[in-house]
């Protein structure tokens, strides 16, 4: 029972949406026109992608 009270807290959900936000983020910028902007892009879907994965396993703790 503890673990599915600690599933439910309002604050993973909270990040979660904060990793969707910066992947939305990196993704637009695929599409903008400065320099290195590919590169940009892809770091920030990375680091995008490895916070979503953290959040996701907190859950599951």
Same mark, same amino acid.
């Given at each position: 029972m503890q673990?599915?009270?600690?599933?439910?807290?309002?604050? /993973?959900?909270?990040f979660l949406i904060? *990793?969707?936000?910066v992947g939305l983020l990196g993704c637009y910028l695929?599409? %903008?026109e400065f320099p /290195? %902007? *590919?590169l940009v892009s892809?770091? =920030?879907l990375l680091f995008g992608a490895?916070? %979503?994965l953290r959040a996701v396993f907190? =859950?599951?703790?």
């Open positions: 673990s599915m009270e600690n599933a439910n807290k309002e604050g /993973h959900y909270k904060l *990793t969707i936000a695929r599409f %903008a /290195h %902007a *590919t892809n770091i =920030i490895i916070i %979503a907190k =859950i599951l703790d």
